[in-house]
């Protein structure tokens, strides 16, 4: 299975728009457009067809993290500095 039919399969199980997706990818500061995103979800034989790298999908399962958990409250080594 590849990136590009996990995303596809994410997609259609969580309902979200291709613009829903551009904002979690934002969630993380990964920029893309809607037209960018698009073209992973076309055919492989299509000519504007483009494979979804591994920095693609982990940015996006990133930002679903935070878009379903919301932002994390208090990241590594926050703790520690608020002890000293």
Same mark, same amino acid.
């Given at each position: ?5 996990? *995303?596809? $399969?994410?997609? =259609?199980? *969580? #309902? ?5 997706? =551009? &904002?979690?990818? #934002?969630? =993380? ?14 055919? &492989?034989?299509? /000519?504007?067809? $483009? /494979?979804?790298?591994?920095? =693609? ?13 919301? /932002?994390?409250?208090?990241? $590594?080594? $926050?703790?520690?500095?608020?002890? &000293?």
């Amino acid at each position: 299975m590849s990136n590009n039919d996990i *995303l596809k $399969k994410l997609r =259609v199980a *969580l #309902q979200l728009r291709n613009d829903q997706i =551009v &904002e979690i990818l #934002q969630l =993380v500061n990964f920029r893309m457009t809607a037209s960018e995103l698009s073209a992973f979800f076309r055919s &492989e034989d299509h /000519p504007n067809y $483009k /494979p979804c790298g591994d920095q =693609v999908l982990r940015n996006f399962l990133n930002g679903l993290v935070i878009h379903m958990r919301g /932002p994390m409250e208090n990241p $590594k080594g $926050k703790n520690e500095e608020a002890a &000293e």
